[in-house]
């Protein structure tokens, strides 16, 4: 159970010190990669629900606190976003390679959509429609780019850290 947690936070604490500084000089026409939404919906894809949740909320409040945002916004946004990819991995009967794919550049958009509407509701500021919507879908590609590159590590992770059912007679 350590083992497990402590790999599911060296992913986390990975996919947010590469987020913040090697992906924040590498953009897609102006726009970085969400790598901590990346980890969540993957985490999520191959664990369920609860795991997804409790790995967004944790990325969340990691991220929030990381690069100083309000507190609290990511934080619900990965959590809801984690239950939700959780919930709909379990109704998918026949598996597609581009399923994960897919399911990334989903809630990718999903998500950073939520963030900022959010985000717009509690601060009571302007919102530009056009730049949300670019920023949302160029994250979306961004992160399906990503996708299979990081898809095989963190499925070793999972697969590796899970704990085994031992069975005595």
Do not use: C, W
Not at 53 to 61: D, H, N, Q, S
Not at 63 to 82: E, H, M, V
């Amino acid at each position: 159970m350590l083992r497990r947690t402590l790999s599911l936070a060296a992913i986390i604490v990975t996919a947010l010190l590469l987020q913040s500084t090697v992906f924040s000089q590498i953009r897609l026409a102006g726009v970085k990669p969400e790598l901590v939404y990346l980890v969540v919906i993957l985490i999520a894809f191959f664990e369920g629900p609860s795991e997804g949740a409790v790995v967004g909320f944790a990325g969340g409040m990691a991220q929030d606190f990381l690069l100083n945002q309000p507190k609290g916004i990511t934080a619900l946004t990965l959590t809801l976003l984690g239950y939700g990819i959780g919930l709909a991995r379990q109704y998918i009967s026949s598996p597609s390679p581009l399923l994960p794919t897919m399911l990334v550049a989903i809630g990718t958009f999903s998500g950073v959509i939520f963030h900022e509407i959010v985000r717009f509701l509690l601060s009571a500021g302007d919102i530009d429609t056009f730049f949300l919507l670019k920023t949302a879908l160029l994250s979306s590609v961004y992160g399906a780019l990503l996708t299979p590159l990081i898809f095989p590590v963190i499925r070793k992770v999972s697969e590796g850290s899970r704990l085994r059912r031992v069975v005595r007679f």
